[in-house]
């Protein structure tokens, strides 16, 4: 399975785009990229997901580097309740979906 | 009501007893997955079944195992529980992919101390 790092911890100022950087060097061509937030002990929520092109919902955008080998998160105004660890995952066409530690995002007043 | 029900929702045991989680679906998913969560760190799969005669071990099935008596429910069984299997367990349930890929949709977790 594709692994993928992200950074520990980032802190992001109430109001400014959010970015959550993640690497997934070794994804194959059927994986997709799935990004999932987790809010202090509840389960994690579905966020966004995307295979080559970029992505937007109502919550963020995916950007999806062209080697596929990053993608960057992004949550245009951050706001405190966006405070919460944020897992990006690569999943072939959604079977099995392995967590890695995730990043602790702060949203700060 | 929950789409995807943990019970219990907490439970404190003592090493050496046998624990069962159940959690039940009304989202009428093939998919189902139990994930176990350590104190500060991400999620670990420990089996998953994508219809009712299928079972799948994931990162961490060792001392763990599971039932899936109806596409609406899996259970997770600790056999002889040990102080390790401290963690915060979740469900979680999803579609199989189509013309799309699914997405988890996850329980509200249960909580398990074991003494």
């Known amino acids: 399975d594709a692994k993928t790092t992200q950074p520990t911890s980032m802190d992001c100022a109430e109001g400014r785009a959010a970015n959550l950087p993640c690497n997934h060097s070794?994804?194959?061509?059927?994986?997709?990229v799935y990004w999932y937030r987790q809010i202090h002990s509840q389960g994690p929520q579905y966020i966004i997901h995307?295979?080559?092109n970029n992505e937007t919902n109502e919550m963020a955008s995916l950007i999806i580097t062209e080697d596929r080998k990053s993608s960057t998160l992004i949550l245009p105004h951050a706001t405190l309740r966006d405070t919460a660890v944020y897992y990006c995952?690569?999943?072939?066409?959604?079977?099995?979906?392995?967590f890695g530690t995730g990043t602790s995002l702060t949203v700060i007043p | 009501d929950a789409d995807v029900t943990q019970t219990p929702r907490n439970r404190i045991t003592k090493t050496g007893k046998r624990i069962m989680l159940e959690c039940s679906q009304t989202?009428?998913?093939?998919?189902m997955y139990w994930y176990r969560q350590d104190p500060g760190l991400g999620l670990q799969l420990i089996y998953y079944?994508?219809?009712?005669?299928?079972?799948n071990k994931g990162e961490i099935s060792d001392g763990y195992s599971v039932s899936r008596q109806a596409q609406a429910k899996f259970s997770l069984s600790l056999e002889s529980a040990i102080p390790n299997q401290t963690a915060l367990y979740f469900c979680?349930?999803?579609?199989?992919?189509?013309?799309?890929?699914?997405?988890?949709?996850f329980g509200e977790g249960s909580r398990l101390t074991v003494l």
């Open positions: 079944s994508f219809d009712v005669k299928d079972i």
């Open positions: 995952i690569v999943s072939p066409q959604g079977n099995q979906f392995y």
């Open positions: 070794t994804i194959s061509g059927n994986e997709y």
């Open positions: 995307g295979l080559k």
């Open positions: 989202k009428g998913h093939d998919r």
């Open positions: 979680a349930t999803s579609d199989p992919p189509r013309t799309a890929p699914g997405e988890l949709f």
